[in-house]
DNA sequence: GTCGACGACTTGAACGATCTAATCCAGGAC
DNA sequence: GTCCTGGATTAGATCGTTCAAGTCGTCGAC
């Protein structure tokens, strides 16, 4: 029988005497109340602990502070937990900037572009987040042209792509990185394996293994397997590497395929004590960090507060005063697959 | 300029001549409604695609039709990527029955407390979906206490404690099957490679190798070897258990410890051509996939459903039909590391 | 002294749905 | 003919907030 309900905007006003519209003000504006009624009101909220209804105020406002955010159909593989804690990062960081994430999912592009409309004609959700962007993607156009506000980890690989915001991780600048740590470990051979020609991220990954050779003074070009992703998979390339005694270090697109080249390489190790393999990976999963696999980490905290940040000026219109579109850094992560030669 | 904003109930009716109320109660209750009108209301709906305010609607019901979910802080390494497939499954299922996820995140379990209360508080949050119950958990009880509809993905492992809705995955079953297969393989020795005791999952996977060796009049008692979960700690603990001669299979507590117990078979294999180790994990995690390791596959899309049927049953204060405690049986996956010995 | 400007606060309306109670009308029962 | 019953529909109030347009003093300028 104790329905009591929570305290409302106008049992606060009651209480503190003043206006609905005044303990609004506090709340929203309190710069416009006088320090005196601010306190007076401040204390009688915190008496009854009241909480602002957001169903309400979104009703009012047309403002929900929620982004959506499309969960992938299939869990595709190892790189599924840079998503992962992408997700965490981006929950972490919206719920600091009092945005909240709701998840929903969709079969195929189009799916998801009927649920961006749903979502926004019926929940009213303020923007969203995609989490994988491929290749001729309908999803980036459709959002831009509806001008619904969002932001895209992963660039658009389309060239002539229209320019939307968009936050990524210089994949390129992270195997340039552990190439370069390779060759100053001594490494003058190094191979790279990568996955088939045609997927952005992959292609890119190569371009800075390439670089680095080729400001090393080794290139242009350089031993290059490629095959796509997974550790048998891995495993098979490196022996195609390994082949060529000549090569002691193998720079690998992704930490399944690197996980799959240790296999390899402990057997090379084992018939030539004398040949020991470098090895590193990218995206450093837990995984790599178990099996002591050097590996270049993607800073998803940085991604995700960059993407909110993107978001929210959108939401609120405000003049962005960074780059719409920003590329991060990954750092190399040092562990015992690449040992310095002595 | 063309600010037009989207219908609402009260569009609808005037087109179709009828009240809001109508309208409201075609969408609603439509058997109330004679068809005549039914068709004509549904009509007008479907030209203006005419879709419902949830924010107007969860003001006026109380009913938000959402639910929360805590991501937990840090990715717990390979065994995340069940957490992974969970929270997908959920997203899915919930999204079928008209229901949504809402992330949030929290640092420790009070915190995490005051955001139930915040979300019920402002947001209006049905309801809430815990992944990661622990022993001495305040959360179940806290929620419990305060009426608050929630389910648990993982039984309490507290002796005596309150008796809340959760479903859970039969590890103790999952164990069984994997160590049965074993011995219909031809095993007789078969070693336990397992967590340190304490932890419930742990111990309940553990209970099920016992068991099903008791079953085959191998017991009571077993090889067992305890260690972190993590890949090099799986190694070095199957290496302990192959250093007894007769043990020909290993029978582990995750797909980690499989893994790392993989590359100490290899060795021992290595060693003696004869002696092929047979193992098990659990999990089922893709890795396993990849390396073809046979697996216990946790069926999470079976937990995500059971979990929103008993929400959603606890928020429409439906009586239960089924149980309001779930545990579903695991299913074994075969694959190369047990093949069967000739 | 009058006026306007301004700061601090208040009042009614609006957002878009659902709940409650009322209305209308047809069909029997008596 | 009157009354009742019940099905189909409607009108008004309501949920809790913010917006827009006030009111009410006080202060300074002229």
Redesign the pocket.
């Known amino acids: 029988m104790t329905e009591d ?9 009651q209480r503190a ?9 506090v ?3 309190p ?8 306190e007076r009101v401040l204390r009688v909220i915190a008496e009854l602990d ?8 979104q ?5 929900s502070s929620v982004l959506g955010l499309c969960v992938p159909p299939a869990a595709d593989g190892i790189s599924g937990q840079v998503l992962d804690r992408f997700l965490h990062a981006l929950t972490e960081e919206a719920q600091r900037g009092g945005l909240r994430i709701m998840l929903f999912t969709a079969p195929d592009d189009e799916a998801e572009i009927r649920e961006y409309e749903n979502l926004r004609a ?1 929940t009213g959700v303020d923007g969203f987040v995609l989490a994988n962007t491929h290749p001729r993607d309908p999803r980036t156009a459709w959002l831009a042209a509806h001008g619904v506000p969002f932001v895209s980890f992963g660039r658009p690989w389309d060239r002539g792509a229209s320019s939307h915001p968009w936050v990524d991780i210089d994949g390129r600048e992270g195997t340039r990185a552990a190439t370069r740590h390779l060759l100053d470990a001594g490494h003058r051979r190094i191979a790279f394996l990568g996955w088939p020609e045609g997927s952005g991220v992959g292609d890119d990954r190569l371009a800075g293994f390439l670089a680095a050779l080729d400001a090393a003074g080794l290139g242009p070009g350089g031993v290059v397997e490629r095959c796509e992703d997974g550790v048998p998979e891995g495993e098979a390339a490196a022996r195609r590497a390994l082949v060529r005694d000549d090569v002691t270090a193998l720079v690998c697109v992704s930490d399944s395929v690197a996980l799959g080249a240790m296999t390899a390489v402990r057997e090379a190790d084992l018939a030539d004590p004398a040949r020991i393999v470098a090895i590193s990976g990218f995206d450093d999963t837990p995984v790599a960090a178990a099996v002591g696999l050097t590996s270049v980490a993607q800073p998803v905290e940085d991604v995700a507060a960059r993407a909110v940040a993107l978001v929210r000026a959108q939401i609120h219109g405000d003049p962005v005063d960074t780059d719409r579109q920003v590329l991060i850094e990954p750092r190399l992560v040092v562990r015992a697959t690449s040992p310095a030669r002595h």
């Open positions: 309900r929570r305290p409302t905007l106008t049992t606060v006003a005497q003043v206006s609905r519209q005044t303990v609004s003000n709340l929203n504006t710069e416009i109340v006088r320090p005196e009624t601010r009241y909480r602002p209804n957001v169903a309400a105020r009703l009012r406002t047309r403002r019926t």
